[in-house]
T-cell receptor
Framework: DVKVTQSSRYLVKRTGEKVFLECVQD?????MFWYRQDPGLGLRLIYF???????EKGDIPEGYSVSREKKERFSLILESASTNQTSMYLC??????????????FGPGTRLLVL | DQQVKQNSPSLSVQEGRISILNCDYT??????FLWYKKYPAEGPTFLIS?????DKNEDGRFTVFLNKSAKHLSLHIVPSQPGDSAVYFC????????????FGPGTSLSVIP
């Protein structure tokens, strides 16, 4: 069974703070993703990574950066948190494509409040 | 502008009846569609998918219908059960690159016992 864990379920931070959101998967998946979920907007892709030390921008990368030093861990970094980054953050991982039914496996999410 | 739309934010259905969740898309290049289900305090989980070469895919109580000409898909749940109460996300992607899966805003389904 695939397991994707996120370091925190809830976080409260102040404007301007540096924030680290950690995600770990235990299935040796090459691909990992960070999304944010906002009401009325669904899930929007922030960054993704194909492999260690590789990263690609998603649809809304502004204000975020990522780090993938080990295959199992993908970190999302808010260099200077702002109130508009208050959101639910979801990490996902995915194995290499072997057929149309391959999908992403999501972690439980981190709800971040920036004051 | 949202490429994947779910115009009903919420839906209530009696237990045992059919639930129909709708999804519209604007990008004619999308050729693979997925439905995810999300319970509170959990991440989304994959439910069912359909390729654009098909117009229907069935998995137990869940059936997805695709109408390419209308750029519309729907998820049917028959019969609906209280455990189906969740937020359902429609998602779409282009070709074999599933990296940029575009999600709709979600529909919250309540199945009333």
């Amino acid at each position: 069974d695939v397991k994707v864990t996120q370091s925190s379920r809830y976080l409260v931070k102040r404007t301007g703070e540096k924030v680290f959101l950690e995600c770990v998967q235990d299935m040796d998946h090459e691909n990992m993703f960070w999304y944010r979920q906002d009401p009325g907007l669904g899930l929007r892709l922030i960054y993704f990574s194909y492999d260690v030390k590789m990263k690609e921008k998603g649809d809304i990368p502004e204000g975020y950066s990522v780090s993938r030093e080990k295959k199992e861990r993908f970190s999302l970094i808010l260099e200077s948190a702002s109130t508009n980054q208050t959101s639910m953050y979801l990490c996902a991982s995915r194995p290499p494509l072997t057929g149309l039914k391959e999908t992403q496996y999501f972690g439980p999410g981190t709800r971040l409040l920036v004051l | 502008d949202q490429q994947v739309k779910q115009n009903s934010p919420s839906l209530s259905v009696q237990e045992g009846r059919i639930s129909i969740l709708n999804c519209d898309y604007t990008n004619s290049m999308f050729d693979y569609f997925l439905w995810y289900k999300k319970y509170p305090a959990e991440g989304p989980t994959f439910l069912i998918s359909i390729s654009s070469i098909k117009d229907k895919n069935e998995d137990g109580r869940f059936t997805v219908f695709l109408n390419k000409s209308a750029k519309h898909l729907s998820l049917h749940i028959v019969p609906s059960q209280p455990g189906d109460s969740a937020v359902y996300f429609c998602a779409a992607s282009v070709g074999t690159s599933y990296d940029k899966v575009i999600f709709g805003p979600g529909t919250s389904l309540s199945v009333i016992p």
